[in-house]
């Protein structure tokens, strides 16, 4: 069936990157964006930003921008997430998500399992 | 920038009741606004899309509507599997982001 699986979990130190990987199966990879949404525990969703693996163009949250990179490699339908200089606070659990775009809306329709991180020294 | 805001922040209510939450956007968003279902531990679900579009196998007790502003998502027939925290989502405008509501979780009694 249609799905996102993610790479495992992270433990990484403050200060440090993290790349979390999203392979696409069963649809045409280059047809949809990839969203990055985060949740830390106890929390609410919060979208980081989208890519569109076909043109490589990216949109990312203010809160974001300079520290997230998001890419694509179409030869293996998987995208990725790189969040740079790692806080504390950026301890969370981490999803790639479909994002599916039409003439009135864009939403997104299948999720990934989440790839929890922790930052921690 | 667009901010959503969602109420109530909590509710709880027994199996067989209707239960409504809203979610009011601080500008008209055009129906720009998707409904997820996140079970605890899971990942979210879509629920509903440009405010009152459902994909398939969404159960029929689930309903969205709304317009410029303000939205609502009801569940009628309450089950015990509609045991979740509710999200909204604006995609009307990227910048400063598709932003999320804070959620509605949804406790039965």
């Known amino acids: 069936q249609v799905q996102l699986v993610q790479s495992g979990a992270e433990v990484i130190k403050p200060g440090a990157s993290v790349r979390v990987s999203c392979k696409a199966s069963q649809y045409t990879f280059t047809n949809y964006d990839i969203n990055w949404v985060r949740q830390a525990t106890g929390q609410g969703l919060e979208w980081m930003g989208r890519t569109n693996p076909k043109i490589g163009d990216t949109a990312f949250a203010q809160k974001f921008q300079g520290r997230v990179t998001m890419t694509s490699n179409t030869t293996i339908s998987t995208a990725y997430m790189e969040l740079t200089s790692l806080k504390s606070d950026d301890t969370a659990v981490y999803y790639c998500?479909?994002?599916?775009?039409?003439?009135?809306?864009?939403?997104?329709?299948?999720w990934g399992q989440g790839t929890p991180v922790t930052v921690s020294s | 920038d667009i901010q959503v805001t969602q109420s109530p922040p909590s509710l709880s209510a027994s199996v067989g009741d209707r239960v409504t939450m809203t979610c009011r956007a601080s500008q008209d968003i055009n129906s720009y606004l998707n409904w997820y279902q996140q079970r605890p531990g899971k990942a979210p679900k879509l629920l509903f899309y440009s405010a009152s579009s459902a994909p398939s196998g969404v159960p029929s007790r689930f309903s969205g509507g709304g317009s410029g502003t303000e939205y609502t998502l009801t569940i009628s027939n309450l089950q015990p599997e509609d045991l979740a925290t509710y999200y909204c989502q604006q995609t009307y405008s990227p910048s400063p982001g598709f932003t999320f509501g804070q959620g509605t979780r949804v406790e039965i009694k």
């Open positions: 998500a479909r994002g599916r775009r039409f003439w009135s809306g864009y939403y997104l329709d299948i």
